[in-house]
């Protein structure tokens, strides 16, 4: 089938000045940053750099923000897998389900981190019972794999249930016609169908992860070595006027989002076909 093109009418100077705005916002607002980043951590030679970024305090920083995602990431796919699984069915409630996966959209993550904080704070609902039993969540691991896991919440899940809905569940019924068993189903027709949109979604869920400032600001307590993450540890250098060193674990951040960039790009295209795929087989 051959693709249609768009074709403007509109007058060439009107062309021009339009692709002339988009590529000026792209340079002053993704480009020129991002190049700042890498200039100024580089401003003071390549040795003060990796000295910026093999700093006690940093690496602690960097090992943390590898460990959280490294917790969040995987519990958000489970729950993004199960709900794809889930919404292949009909029942009461489904909307409101999916409208309540979006709310971390809606919420600042600040709200998320001072909610967890009001739970398990020291004066906390659970505050009490937690200092008994010598239980840390608060400015611990665990607060912040709580709060990273709430504002990364619908990444994964968002992404496979739109190609869930679109595939529909007729393959999965054939399936089950000739005797297959649900867990056989979920792993030989419904994991090959979204495998894209899946790692789509998790690599979205990953950069948020590692980016997170808000929610895991207000759970960790700032507690430098221990419960700083890599935003965390930019901003203490930055208001330490420790630029180069600050600009020097930013650029870490940076180049993870480049290899996320890269990365979202091929898996868009990817889940894009299957999902045209999926509105060809409906049609």
């Not at 093999?54 to 995987?74: D, N, S, Y």
């Not at 912040?144 to 393959?171: D, K, S, W």
């Not at 790692?199 to 307590?221: H, K």
Request: contains cysteine; hydrophobic residues 55%; proline residues 4%.
């Amino acid at each position: 089938m051959q693709k249609s093109r768009i074709t403007l009418n509109d007058p060439l100077y009107v062309r021009i000045g339009l692709i002339a705005v988009v590529l000026l916002f792209f340079l002053f607002f993704l480009i020129l940053p991002l190049g700042t980043v890498f200039y100024e951590a580089f401003s003071q030679g390549i040795g003060v750099y990796f000295e910026s970024l093999v700093e006690p305090a940093a690496l602690a920083a960097i090992r943390l923000t590898f460990l959280v995602a490294g917790i969040a990431v995987p519990l958000n796919t489970a729950f993004g897998l199960a709900a794809a699984w889930v919404m292949k069915f009909s029942f009461k409630g489904k909307n409101v389900l999916i409208s309540f996966m979006d709310l971390p959209f809606s919420v600042s993550p600040v709200i998320s981190g001072l909610i967890y904080v009001l739970m398990f704070g020291l004066q906390g609902w659970f505050g009490t019972w937690l200092q008994d039993n010598n239980i840390k969540i608060i400015f611990a691991l665990p607060g912040l794999v709580l709060a990273t896991v709430f504002v990364t919440f619908p990444f994964v899940a968002r992404e496979v249930i739109a190609l869930v809905e679109a595939q529909g569940n007729e393959e999965e019924l054939a399936a089950l016609s000739l005797g297959a068993s649900g867990f056989s189903i979920f792993w030989r027709v419904t994991i090959p169908n979204i495998k894209w949109a899946l790692l789509y979604g998790v690599i979205q869920c990953n950069a948020r992860a590692m980016g997170e400032f808000g929610a895991v600001s207000v759970v960790s307590g700032h507690i430098r070595g221990q419960t700083n993450t890599i935003p965390l540890h930019v901003e203490i250098l930055f208001n330490e006027y420790n630029f180069t060193a600050s600009f020097a674990v930013a650029s870490v951040l940076a180049f993870l989002g480049v290899i996320t960039l890269i990365l979202k790009t091929v898996f868009e295209r990817k889940a894009a076909a299957e999902r045209r795929r999926a509105s060809g087989a409906i049609a």
